[in-house]
């Protein structure tokens, strides 16, 4: 790709984010208003009354991220120096699936030890050692990496190196990756992770006789335009109702606390 046509794509992406966070201010400005009229203190009151609790104490403190954006790529397509495994590849989403020619077994209490050494070598996995392992993420039988860089950690789909597991051995993996990344704009305060959750509440996203179990800060998608993927730092806030082992996981954009309405609630199997 000329350097031209890059300048192109991103003065084009520079006019669709900035049509895009208006858009988005207008709409959680309202929930943002509401939030900070009620008080962090009103709003731990009503919880409590609602029987929501909380796994530990929350952060009131602002972080940082940044805008950032990829463009397409076909990086895992150099996928045949991976030796001792069955592959396929998806060039539409330059994603790989992988079957392993032997099983490998796998600490039973902790499978990630065995997973880490595998992963970090170059015949195994692709750029293996850019994955970190993510317990939020994670249950008994699909163990989650999510891609790291310098700004921080990627929840997006986009990069992911899933391993699945059964009867207690490494069957196979599925792999995504996010190429070289570019900064659209300078270093922005985010919410605090308080904000996040009080947000959440506010919004009815949270029920009644829940406990929320973790926060995590970490990029995900924002939207697509013309070939480039924006991203944004994201928290994620996992809870579990009463009666229920699925953990519920739900998403607020961190610059400015508006629910992120593709949010869904994500099967993680909860272990008694």
């Not at 046509?5 to 966070?21: G, P, Y």
């Not at 992911?160 to 305060?189: C, D, H, M, P, W």
């Not at 996992?238 to 994500?266: D, P, Q, W, Y």
């Amino acid at each position: 790709m000329d350097f031209k046509r890059i300048e192109v794509i991103f003065l084009f992406v520079f006019i669709a984010l900035d049509i895009f966070l208006f858009s988005s201010y207008r709409q959680s400005r309202n929930a943002v208003v509401s939030i900070s009229s009620a008080g962090g203190s009103s709003l731990t009151k009503e919880m409590s009354q609602d029987n929501i609790t909380l796994a530990g104490k929350l952060d009131n403190h602002p972080s940082h991220g940044y805008y950032l954006a990829s463009t397409e790529h076909h990086t895992l397509r150099d996928y045949t120096k991976l030796r001792n495994q069955s592959i396929s590849y998806n060039s539409d989403k330059d994603q790989i699936n992988s079957t392993l020619d032997e099983p490998i077994l796998v600490f039973s209490s902790q499978p990630w030890k065995t997973i880490n050494k595998y992963k970090n070598k170059d015949q195994n996995v692709l750029f293996g050692k850019e994955y970190q392992y993510c317990a939020n993420l994670s249950d008994r039988n699909n163990l989650v990496y999510v891609q790291t860089q310098k700004w921080g950690q990627f929840y997006s789909l986009n990069g992911r190196l899933t391993f699945q597991l059964a009867q207690g051995r490494l069957v196979g993996y599925q792999q995504t990756y996010i190429g070289k990344l570019n900064v659209l704009r300078e270093k922005q305060s985010t919410i605090s992770e308080r904000r996040a959750v009080d947000s959440l509440y506010t919004n009815n996203e949270i029920p009644n006789n829940s406990q929320v179990k973790w926060t995590s800060l970490a990029y995900n998608k924002l939207l697509n335009f013309k070939g480039s993927t924006i991203y944004i730092p994201i928290w994620y806030v996992g809870f579990v109702t009463k009666g229920n082992k699925n953990m519920e996981i739900r998403k607020i954009n961190a610059f400015n606390g508006g629910l992120m309405k593709n949010a869904s609630s994500l099967g993680v199997i909860v272990d008694e």
